[in-house]
Structures are given as structure tokens and as C-alpha cells.
């Protein structure tokens, strides 16, 4: 087995911090606002999910069979990683430290990295419930994986973050609707509920049409509802982590308002929260967390 210290972690999460800053906007605002520990948990986590998500999401134009030779490589990488076998990725390096500090379960990684390569053979989705089983491995492994990192109270709290992973991913695929199809031909809108609403051919051509604006109103209620039942867990978790974790709530939350005040047309162009915007829905949150500590 390969040693590795507390030091090497420190000198390995710089790239996954990187990685962050660059890609998760939202994420790495709140991220700022767990204390150091799990701060620098999280950047490796967030390296740990971007990779494989960018080997998929960036590979345009590359046969299918090569991609996943790809995300197969970073699959047998990071098992090897995590047996204790070392790898040259500083970022499975740390993801692994992270994994065994925290006690993570190892199947919540497996589930995240199939639901990665079930982005190579699936492009639509019939039913809300089949895009559900599909986010519970690209989103809710998520979740679960933070609440072990930041300590929670029962087991039914994790019930709470799987519910906030799913609403984070909703609002993502309300945003990308129209990237997801023009640069990954992905249509993650349930196929059945489309239809429901009498959409046709409006994510194919960027069309807007009021059978497509009342579909998004009902996406973006759904994706409200699923972020205030998941409320109620943010304060299951274990104080320390509690800020940055309701942060990162109201930001994702807070792109659903810019989809509404584009009037839901995610189809030509995609919705951005900026920094001052960010700083100021912030910090209300910021001044009641301080003033009940």
C-alpha cells in the first residue's frame, strides 16, 4: 500500500480547487463558507465529479466506444486509487484521502460514475421516474457523499440531500436544455411530459411556444417544491456545515429566477448568476446563520 499524509493532500486538492473555481461558480462562492477541513474536502470531491462529467460533456464529435474506454480507464484508476494502489491523478489521490477520512461508502462513488457512463448510451429519458433513477446517481450521490463529509444527525437525513440533489440537478438541465442538445444531443426532459404539454419540436429548433413556456412553469414549480422539502435537512447537518450548504441552496434556487426573468427560454442562450447578485441574495442568510450561532 502507498503512503500518503495529510500533506500530500494538502499539495494534490490545488488541482481540484482549480477545477472548481473555473467550473462551479455557485458552487465554489458557498464552498468558501465550510471551515477549512471540509472546504478542502469538498474541492477534491468537486474534482472527484467534474472529471469524468467533462470526459463525458466535452467529447463532441469523439466515438462513442472512445469515451468510454475513457471513463473506464478513471473508473479501474480510481478503484485501484482507493485500494491503496496510488495513482498519477493527484485528484483520485485526494478524493480517495477524502473517502477514507470521512468513511464515505465506495458504492455512492460506483453509482455516480454509472450514471457518467450511462450519459454514453442514453440520450432521452420516457418518464420522470427513469430521469429520476438516472439523477439519483449523477446528483443524489452527491449529496449523500457532502452529508458524510459534514457530519449529519439520523439516517434520515440523507433522505433531505437526496432530495436537494435532485432539485440542484433539475434547475442544471432547466439551464442547459438548450446546450445539452445543440453540443451533447441530450434531451433530459421527460419524454412523456413533453408530450403532456403538447411540446413537439421546440428544443430541436429553439423554437419558443406557449406549450413550452407552461412546461418549464411546471418544471421550475417542481424544482421549487423539491428545494423546500429538502430544507428541513440543511439543519440536520452538523452546524459547521450548515451555511455553506443553505448557500449553495439558495444559489442554485436563485437560477430558476434568472430562467423566469428570461421569460424560460433556456433554448438559444443560458442563464448566469453574477458575483454581486450572488453577494447580495447571500447575505441575508449569511447575517441570520450568524446571529443564531
Known amino acids: 500500500m502507498i503512503s500518503y499524509s495529510k ?38 470531491l468537486y474534482g472527484f465529479f467534474r472529471i469524468p462529467d467533462e470526459i463525458v460533456d466535452t467529447a463532441q464529435g469523439t466515438d462513442n466506444e472512445d469515451i468510454k474506454k475513457l471513463l473506464t480507464a478513471f473508473q479501474t484508476d480510481w478503484k485501484n486509487c482507493y485500494k491503496g494502489k496510488g495513482s498519477e491523478n493527484p485528484v483520485l489521490r485526494a478524493a480517495s484521502y477524502v473517502f477514507h477520512t470521512y468513511k464515505i461508502p465506495f458504492d455512492l462513488s460506483k453509482d455516480f460514475l454509472d450514471a457518467m457512463m450511462q450519459d454514453t448510451e442514453k440520450t432521452t429519458y420516457t418518464s420522470y421516474e427513469e430521469l429520476e433513477h438516472y439523477m439519483y446517481g449523477s446528483a443524489c450521490t452527491v449529496g449523500l457523499i457532502m452529508s458524510y463529509v459534514i457530519g449529519f444527525k439520523r439516517p434520515h437525513t440523507l433522505e433531505y440531500a437526496k432530495k436537494l440533489g435532485i432539485a440542484m440537478q433539475l434547475t442544471n438541465f432547466l ?30 429548433t429553439s423554437r419558443m411556444s406557449p406549450e413550452f413556456v407552461a412546461f418549464m412553469k411546471f418544471q421550475v414549480s417542481r424544482a421549487r417544491r423539491l428545494y423546500r422539502e429538502s430544507d428541513p435537512g440543511i439543519g440536520e447537518l452538523h452546524r459547521r456545515g450548515q451555511l455553506a450548504v443553505r448557500l449553495a441552496s439558495l444559489l442554485y434556487e436563485r437560477i430558476l429566477t434568472k430562467i423566469e426573468e428570461a421569460q424560460y427560454n433556456t433554448l438559444r442562450s443560458r442563464v448566469r448568476t453574477q458575483l454581486p447578485e450572488k453577494i447580495r441574495v447571500s447575505v441575508p442568510i449569511m447575517i441570520n446563520h450568524l446571529y443564531n450561532s
Open 175 to 204: 439551464r442547459d436544455i438548450g446546450e445539452d442538445y445543440a453540443h451533447r444531443g441530450r434531451v433530459y426532459m421527460p419524454q412523456e411530459e413533453l408530450k403532456r404539454f403538447g411540446v413537439t419540436d421546440e428544443i430541436e
Open 7 to 44: 500533506e500530500d493532500f494538502e499539495r494534490d486538492v490545488i488541482l481540484a480547487k482549480k477545477l472548481q473555481k473555473q467550473h462551479g461558480t455557485s458552487y465554489y462562492f458557498a464552498t468558501a463558507f465550510f471551515p477549512r477541513e471540509i472546504r478542502d474536502a469538498t474541492y477534491a
